[in-house]
């Protein structure tokens, strides 16, 4: 156990596991996107209320679960770097933090589109969609914290304080949202809800769920990859790997 | 020559505070200002319909309250940031929980304690119902602590910032969210005649939660900034 | 296969460019976030070959690392 | 003198900044009665020197410092409050190390020539008098380790004399003094140079 | 080392303030998400109703352009003030006019020109009629343009001041008003169906007058602010 | 020397600045070729005649003062951007008296031994580095009077001495500096002074 961890904190090891996993990672992922993709575009039925334009599940609903997730990840991997002062979940929570603006980014995106057919409207004052716009204001501060640090630890330090205040945030947002959500008006607009999802729509959801989740995986490696690079650019076994063209 | 006690320091600190902030009026009046100013923009932006604008006077009130509270937070450690102040405040003896709490004391006092004083004036302006003004000076009282609070992490984490600008409005506007929504539906239970208690009681426990952990962030993105 | 032409495909009763452009924006930004670390990895790399090969040639050393 | 618990250790420090690199194992130990001046050229490295002795850098370098006695540092900014005056700066400082009565606060300012100028607002003060207003802390520390950073910036040749004689004084009575300075020291007292471009020196 | 006409300077000056809001990524990102989060906390505080919204769109975008515009404003002299650079700039033998000129236009490219550009976006999220988005463009293009030449004006007064300032920021306040009044009314009246032509070309008159006067006001306030 | 037209011609000069009389009736003429340091102590009045001289402050005073040539003013601000490299503080510096080619911004830089650092944000150099961006001015700067305000504070010894010879250089090719400075100048040539302690000297 103590020696994973120890490994965990050698960048050498780290770069070299990550490049195996992701050699059958990346293919797997790519192989379930594109099958939920094709799957749920072509052969599914329509849902008997909103048509064809309910395909918009098989996006929306796995961008929106791991974009949570995501914010999660990060901030467990700040509160890591906070408490051990280990280097590498530094790298991890930085990584993670562009993955997730895109990723709330892809879900606003899709709801939007989504709504206009369904609701009229591009954008309703939702609870659930006002939360997911605040989660990516979160994100988008920890980028940007990240960027205007020029002493790159402290930028770490920083953005890890800040996601874990973040944190304490997330679920008083949902509640609060909800709380305040009922007061004001009827619950006008329902999702659909669980109970009328037929199997033959949660089969593809439930893959393109574990595809999403997968890719968080992949892009969260390959960003760590590229960081622990530049990280350790003065190291000998990156200037090896430099002359070896990246091959190592 | 003794070292002061940590709580004789802290009240020395506060005093400090409040004295800079009395020096420049402008910090203690901005707020206010802003208050009125704004008040005055809505009728004026949105046209004076009384009865409208008596239903959107909670949030209204609200939303200015959270806003000032974004502006002068930038400012609370900026100053002592630049003059080398907040090194020395970093190698005292002190137990720095406490500085940092002087500070975020004294901060609210001249924002959010003024605002709540003054806002039962501007509530009338906007027609707010009079059963309702308990509750909104109750609920600024507050909720202003907890924004006060927010607004100094977000100071203490991009005080250090050459290239931050107002960083700090991006970092904690989300942080204030649920703040406000708990505040303007107090104001609102009580315009509707229900108990406005429970959603007080939430903001009082989010200010527990708040004064007990917030400083610890604070003095975390202080020694960060200071060291960057 | 649920429909019955291309046509059929393409314009989904009406949700087509709304399905379609959802599709669209989306592949295109899992696209963006798959291919960009790896070309800052691979940038980076050719970047730092070049300057240990240029201090290698200033050293007068040519071995690989050491 | 090097029997005693040093007041100061450095152990093997090394930083490196923008590429270059400042200093490199450098080790030293600061004992009472020791009257340190870092040299160095600019960009040398002092002022990093100085902050990581402080505690106040904490990331970027190698090695330790251990220190063992209350350290008063000033640094390249005074820390002087420009709404405040004289008087109020020292009373509420907030490095909150010490109760000052009035008349302790009075004689120091008037040690650094302030006397007259205690209820002034520091911003109406001259770049010299706004830097004696935070050398007059010095007057009233009872630190043993004082770090310095420039101390003499700003400063008049009479106000430069006045303070080496107070540095005498104090690494006499058993405190040590660490600073930066361009100019030379003109004291009775064994001064210790660690020079910035060579290396170590002790 | 001939020194360099007004024009080549002035473009000089407008290209070093640009510069240095780029540096500053999130400077220029600011109003802009300061724009996006004032537009989501609205709904969150007044409560979602999609057609009140969309009667007060047009105001609450007004008062958020006019928000921004303040908050920024402040800082156009403000680093330069602390770092001496607008002693040299003072002295310099270039017409102050137009250097003045250039900063205000450095600052409302950042701000005024982005968020007209990109205020049909957060029209769109109040349910603002899209007949009324081209209205709303101009009248921001224009109305911002006479913001930031206002308040430049209050910040050249006050950049210099130690302490007070409250004055000045009170008569600069009530200026900002009429472009309010306008810039709301234009788009009001092309969510009404009636024409927009009138106010826009009141905002226009109003941006001419400014031009030709405020940057006079301007470098008056900057020479006093110096000296004090 | 006395015969040509002065450069910058100060006639009684009276300031008095929180109740005390900082100089009374102070007349004194600048001309091609003089090297003027003025003396004082800390709050003699030196920061506040050279901003009377340089025509920054306008009120406050009595007698006039009347300047016929170009000049260069560095007060005890810096007046360097942090956010701006040293290339770009030259190349686009508000003074706007110059348009100077890269290669002469680089000389400059060179100069004052900020080869290396052309590119480098301002907020990442040493506090005496920072300062000598600022010096650089002088040495593309084509005005023949230079105010100069302590431009020796946080210079080490040779920046000090290569400043020395600039202003020698200077006054020999026609120049006029008028300096303030709580060091002596060791130069070679006739340094005339201005004490502000006991009042008009020339
Ligand atoms: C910009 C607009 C929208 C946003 C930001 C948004 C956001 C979200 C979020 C955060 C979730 C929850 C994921 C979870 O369970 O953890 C979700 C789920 C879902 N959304 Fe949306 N949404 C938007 C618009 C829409 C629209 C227009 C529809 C369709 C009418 C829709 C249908 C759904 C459905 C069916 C689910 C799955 C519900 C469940 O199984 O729990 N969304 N969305
Ligand atoms: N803004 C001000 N308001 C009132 N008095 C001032 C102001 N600035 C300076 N003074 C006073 O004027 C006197 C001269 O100040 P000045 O800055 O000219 O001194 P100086 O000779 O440059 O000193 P130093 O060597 O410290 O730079 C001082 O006594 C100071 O207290
Ligand atoms: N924030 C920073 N980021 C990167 N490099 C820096 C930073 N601050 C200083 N440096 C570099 O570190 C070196 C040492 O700077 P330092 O301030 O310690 O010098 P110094 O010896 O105090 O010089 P001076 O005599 O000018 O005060 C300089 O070369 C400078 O360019
Ligand atoms: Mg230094
Ligand atoms: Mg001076």
Redesign the pocket.
């Known amino acids: 156990m103590w020696s994973f961890f120890h490994k965990l904190g050698s960048p050498p090891w780290l770069y070299g596991i990550s490049g195996s996993i992701l050699r059958w990672l990346l293919p797997l992922t790519l192989l379930a996107l594109v099958t939920g993709l094709v799957w749920g575009l072509l052969f599914t039925a329509p849902d008997f209320r909103?048509g064809n334009?309910?395909r918009?599940?098989y996006i929306?609903?796995p961008a929106?679960?791991v974009?949570?997730a995501g914010y999660y990840v990060m901030a467990i991997a700040g509160a890591i770097n906070l408490i051990w002062k280990m280097k590498m979940a530094d790298v991890a929570m930085k990584a993670a933090a562009p993955i997730g603006a895109a990723l709330t980014f892809i879900?606003?995106?899709?709801?939007?589109i989504?709504?206009k057919p369904?609701?009229g409207t591009?954008?309703?004052w939702?609870a659930?969609?006002t939360?997911?716009?605040i989660?990516l204001f979160l994100y988008l501060g920890v980028v940007a914290l990240y960027e205007a640090y020029d002493n790159k630890e402290a930028a770490g330090k920083a953005c890890a304080v800040l996601s874990l205040v973040g944190t304490v945030n997330i679920p008083i947002i949902y509640k609060s949202v909800d709380w305040w959500y009922s007061l004001h008006q009827p619950a006008s607009?329902k999702?659909?809800?669980?109970s009328s999802?037929d199997p033959s729509m949660l089969y593809p959801l439930l893959l393109m769920i574990t595809a999403f989740y997968a890719l968080f995986t992949c892009c969260l490696l390959m960003n760590m990859r590229a960081e622990l690079l530049q990280r350790e650019a003065r190291t000998n076994w990156v200037r090896k790997l430099a002359l070896a063209g990246g091959r190592g | 020559m003794s070292a002061p006690g940590p709580a004789a320091f802290c009240l020395r600190l506060l005093r400090r505070q409040l004295v800079l902030a009395v020096r420049r009026p402008i910090e203690i009046g901005n707020p206010l200002l802003f208050f009125a100013m704004v008040v005055a923009l809505f009728p004026l932006g949105l046209g004076p319909a009384p009865d409208q604008l008596a239903g959107f006077a909670p949030g209204i009130l609200w939303i200015i309250a959270l806003l000032s509270n974004l502006l002068t937070s930038d400012a609370v450690f900026r100053s002592d940031f630049d003059d080398g102040s907040l090194e020395q405040l970093l190698l005292s003896p002190q137990p720095l929980y406490l500085s940092v709490l002087a500070y975020i004391g004294a901060h609210w006092l001249i924002t959010g304690l003024l605002l709540a004083l003054v806002s039962p004036v501007f509530a009338l302006m906007l027609n707010l119902p009079g059963e309702a003004i308990g509750s909104l000076v109750a609920s600024l009282l507050l909720g202003t602590g907890v924004l006060s609070l927010l607004g100094c992490i977000g100071a203490a984490l991009t005080v250090g910032l050459k290239r931050g600008g107002m960083l700090i409005s991006l970092l904690i506007l989300p942080l204030y969210m649920p703040v406000l929504i708990f505040g303007s539906a107090a104001v609102q239970a009580a315009v509707n005649g229900s108990p406005a208690g429970p959603y007080l009681a939430l903001l009082g426990a989010m200010l527990s939660l708040a004064i007990a952990l917030a400083p610890l962030a604070i003095a975390a993105g202080l020694r960060i900034s200071v060291d960057a | 296969m649920y429909f019955q032409s291309l046509d059929a495909l393409l314009h989904m009763d009406g949700h087509g460019v709304f399905v379609w452009s959802a599709y669209l924006i989306t592949s295109a930004v899992i696209a963006l976030i798959l291919v960009a670390p790896g070309r800052r990895r691979r940038r980076f790399l050719r970047q730092l070959a070049g300057e240990v090969k240029r201090q290698q040639a200033a050293a007068g050393d040519t071995r690989g690392g050491d | 003198m090097q029997a005693d618990k040093p007041l100061l250790a450095a152990e093997s420090l090394t930083l490196e900044r923008g590429g270059r690199e400042l200093f490199r194992e450098l080790s030293f130990e600061v004992h009472p009665g020791h009257l340190f001046q870092v040299e160095g050229a600019n960009g040398a490295g002092k002022t990093s020197l100085m902050r990581i002795l402080a505690g106040l850098s904490r990331y970027g370098f190698t090695g330790r410092v251990v220190r063992s006695a209350p350290m008063l540092y000033l640094g390249h900014q005074s820390g002087v409050k420009a709404l405040l005056t004289p008087r109020e700066n020292l009373a509420w400082h907030v490095s909150g190390s010490g109760i000052y009565s009035d008349q302790q606060i009075e004689s120091a300012l008037e040690q650094v020539g302030l006397s007259g100028y205690e209820d002034v607002p520091s911003h109406a003060l001259s770049a010299g008098q706004h830097r004696r207003v935070n050398l007059a802390r010095l007057y009233l520390s009872n630190c043993a380790l004082w770090l310095l950073d420039e101390p003499f910036t700003a400063i008049d040749k009479a106000g430069v004399a006045q303070l080496e004689a107070l540095f005498v004084r104090h690494v006499e009575r058993g405190g040590a003094v660490l600073m930066t300075s361009h100019q030379s020291l003109q004291v009775e007292y064994e001064v210790r140079f660690l020079s910035l471009l060579e290396g170590v020196v002790l």
């Open positions: 909103q334009s309910y918009i599940i929306h609903v929106a679960v974009a949570l879900a606003l995106l899709t709801g939007a989504w709504g369904t609701w591009w954008w309703v939702d659930r969609i939360s997911m716009l989660l607009i999702f659909t809800g669980e999802i």
